[in-house]
């Protein structure tokens, strides 16, 4: 017996997860198909939302605009599935080195928007740091894996979720619709992070996969109400768990935990962390960004059943609501997408899938 809906998604992390929401809240009908034996990148990101980056201390893309609609979403399913999802979590800086605290130093004098300084005798307790303190207001720390698993939950009992492969090679492609097997659908749209890459359609997209680790381990004492970053960033994981983790690699000859990362986090740990630790495990996961650092949103320039919601790389938890909304009304009422995520700027390169 054949499934009609308007729109299949393809996977269910992050970016399926809100792709889905927002289906499910404006009352359009939808599967998503997710194939559970391939490990998300979600699943091991550490869920900060950060309205500052990099060592120039600077705001990140379109801050303005994304954080208090991510803010507002994170709430919203929050609400709906009556779990905690999102708490602000101001981040702690403590100064690497003398340059980055004078980087801090001018930005609060120049572009003091989220900069906040800090008592040092609050923090000498927890941390080394002859630089001193900073801060920084308004980031959140998400429980992405509760989020999803929790989603999920509500999608197979609403008989929305499908746990398989999905191979091109089975879709049918009518005039105004697609048949994926038993289920026939107006719309696809590909949200399934590095397998995008060889997807025929849209793996010509610039896709730079890079890979992240993290360790999690136990700090007793440690207040988890706030994210620490000095060289390394510490992140409220689960209960007294702790995400610890860097840099991410654009190469990699392996998917695999490194001794090397483990042992250069060890390392700073020990630099500025007064308080004993224990290890306990050591997650990896990788991320389908690219060299642009900007998403890859839109419809297919030649495949107009086909669109894709991909590339959020390291900003995914505050990118993921904002671009899965712009698609989805881009597709409904024909608003545009941001021009620097609209995969229009690959046209030319897509017209040849």
């Not at 091991?44 to 954080?67: C, D, F, K």
């Not at 403590?94 to 989220?114: A, D, G, K, V």
């Not at 007294?240 to 392996?254: A, I, Q, R």
């Not at 690219?290 to 107009?304: A, C, D, E, K, L």
């Given at each position: ?253 392996n998917v695999q935990p490194s001794e090397a990362f483990k042992e250069k986090m060890i ?87």
């Amino acid at each position: 017996m054949q499934a009609e809906v308007k729109y299949i998604i393809i996977g269910q992390g992050l970016v399926g997860t809100w792709m889905s929401y927002q289906l499910d809240q404006a009352g359009i009908s939808y599967k998503i198909i997710n194939d559970e034996t391939i490990q998300s990148a979600s699943s091991v990101a550490s869920g900060v939302i950060n309205p500052v980056t990099g060592r120039r201390i600077v705001q990140t893309w379109m801050i303005e605009t994304i954080l208090p609609f991510a803010v507002k979403a994170y709430s919203s399913i929050q609400e709906k599935l009556n779990i905690p999802i999102i708490q602000q979590a101001p981040v702690i800086l403590i100064h690497p080195s003398e340059q980055m605290l004078e980087s801090f130093n001018y930005r609060m004098q120049h572009e003091n928007i989220y900069l906040i300084k800090q008592d040092p005798t609050q923090w000498t307790p927890y941390f080394k740091a002859p630089q001193g303190f900073g801060g920084i207001s308004e980031c959140y720390w998400l429980d992405v894996n509760a989020m999803i698993a929790s989603w999920k939950n509500y999608l197979i009992s609403h008989n929305h979720y499908v746990n398989a492969n999905f191979d091109m090679q089975d879709v049918v492609f009518h005039e105004n619709k697609v048949t994926w097997k038993n289920i026939v659908a107006e719309k696809i749209i590909f949200c399934d992070g590095i397998s995008s890459m060889q997807n025929p359609f849209f793996k010509s997209l610039p896709f730079a996969p890079n890979k992240g680790e993290a360790l999690i381990i136990k700090i007793p004492g440690l207040p988890n109400k706030n994210i620490y970053k000095n060289n390394i960033s510490i992140i409220p994981w689960k209960q007294d768990l702790f995400w610890v983790g860097s840099n991410y690699e654009w190469t990699f000859n392996n998917v695999q935990p490194s001794e090397a990362f483990k042992e250069k986090m060890i390392e700073n740990l020990n630099q500025f962390l007064n308080l004993p630790y224990e290890i306990v495990d050591h997650i990896v996961g990788i991320r389908p960004t690219n060299t642009q650092r900007r998403p890859f949103v839109g419809i297919h320039p030649t495949h107009s059943q086909l669109a894709i919601c991909n590339g959020m790389g390291t900003k995914g938890c505050s990118l993921a609501p904002y671009f899965t909304a712009q698609l989805l009304a881009h597709w409904e009422q024909g608003t545009p997408i941001e021009s620097e995520a609209s995969i229009k700027r690959f046209e030319t390169i897509l017209k040849e899938n």
